[in-house]
């Protein structure tokens, strides 16, 4: 993902969260998804925080125009679940906080491979064996 789009998606992010009374607690954008811990105290506001969140982004990434329909970017609807504050806020937060430094390839993936930031090709192998 481009700094630009990264950068323009994390402003509308915190925008859209104080129009809608949204409290964002932490938020991480791996280039394909986007992981975002967060409260409200109402559900119509999250409702519409969500539907003009999803709908900004085509138009920041793809340059989509509202009206004029880019195809489609987003591969399902957002999914959310609902978390006690303790442990589950906890994990859930540690979780999207993993989620970056795999996004920015600073530890890899489950799968052993690390991620490629801001589209860069990065060669890990020689770097590690310099060490």
Do not use: C
């Not at 950068?7 to 859209?16: C, F, G, M, V």
């Not at 607690?25 to 409702?47: M, P, V, W, Y």
């Not at 195809?71 to 859930?92: E, M, P, V």
């Not at 999207?96 to 795999?102: D, G, W, Y």
């Amino acid at each position: 993902m481009r700094e630009k789009n990264r950068k323009e998606i994390e402003r509308r992010l915190y925008s859209y969260g104080n129009r809608f009374a949204i409290r964002i607690f932490r938020f991480a954008n791996s280039g394909n998804h986007l992981h975002i811990l967060l409260k409200s105290a109402d559900k119509t506001n999250l409702q519409n925080f969500l539907r003009t969140f999803a709908g900004v982004i085509p138009r920041v990434v793809a340059g989509a125009k509202k009206g004029n329909p880019y195809g489609r970017f987003w591969d399902s609807l957002a999914y959310s679940k609902l978390l006690s504050f303790g442990r589950q806020f906890k994990n859930t937060s540690n979780y999207i906080a993993k989620n970056t430094l795999e996004a920015f390839g600073i530890i890899p993936t489950r799968d052993g491979r690390y991620g490629e930031p801001l589209g860069l090709k990065i060669d890990y192998e020689s770097i590690l064996d310099g060490l």
